[in-house]
């Protein structure tokens, strides 16, 4: 109960944010709920069965590339029946029907139906079993979807807010950019290198970007993508103590998977930063691929500094800016 309050609370704030703006392009309202928020509609015993315990599992899971344990998402559940007016707006849905009446185990997901960015997961089945098992075969592509509908919600907010001389001088420099907020500002920009930082009071977060000769298909295996990380980093990512530098953490071994970017795919990163010298470290998250029309080996990467406190929605804030990646056309 107290996560549905926290959710309407949520909903009716956001609702008051943009009632100067109560409609998108395609004449939807805006959608509503926090970053990490998904939304589940599903029978009260069913969510306490084993059905409830394998979307929990899925959704709930430890986000990989973290220094502490935090949940991929924060779940909030409610019933068919409640299942209208500021629920309808939420971001991210996932409505189950369990029945004998239906005729084909399905996982169907649509986007922008009540609200816009919105994406909504219908998974029908006949049985539990039959659910569970939709549920753990669709598993990563439903996060990979409600994931990149956040993304794209983050992008949006932040090109209203652009900087655009910064992103402009990184067009420049690499004939592509990312979208970063007027927060942002260029620390340093030499040959194939750039690294931008948001310093506000209690936290940072940064991107770096950096390009290399391809040279063959090894430069994107994750060890010597490390490699090449860890080289960069200690010429040009300076810690707070003369002589300390930025590394890569190899107590908690980072990882990696092969997945979508930017119309193509690309090795994705995860894993802890420290600094050599100091006591100084984080998340970071990095996407590398190859452009074939520049021959180029590309790293995007961010990285977050908040010590003692949660980092995931810093992270998935960054993992936005680096898919908000375009070239100059």
Known sequence: MKNLFVLLLAGTFSVLLNSCTTKTKNGLPP?????????????????ETSVGA???????AEQEGLNQPEAIFDLHQITATEFKGLFEKNRKIIRINISDTVQKDEL????????DP???????????T???RLLKDKALSMIEMLKDVERIRIAKAYESTENLKVTGAMKKQFGFYVVLPESYYQAKSENEFAWYRMEPAKFSQAIMIYTRDFIDSSQLQPSK??????????QYIPGELPGSYMSTDTIMRPVSYIVPFADDKATEVRGLWRTEGDFMGGPFLSYTFHDKKTNKVVTLEGYVYYPSNDKRD??????????????VK
């Open 31 to 47: 959608s509503t709920g926090g970053i990490a928020d998904v939304l589940i509609v599903m029978p009260d015993q069913k969510w």
């Open 54 to 60: 394998a979307v929990k599992s899925i959704l709930m």
């Open 130 to 132: 039959a659910a569970i």
């Open 314 to 327: 810093l992270v998935m804030q960054i993992e936005a800016i680096l898919h908000s990646y375009k070239k």
């Open 118 to 128: 919105q994406i909504i997961i219908d998974l029908s089945a006949k049985t539990d």
């Open 108 to 115: 169907v997901a649509r986007n922008n139906v009540f609200s």
């Open 225 to 234: 993508i490390i490699d090449y990380r860890n080289f960069m980093c200690k």
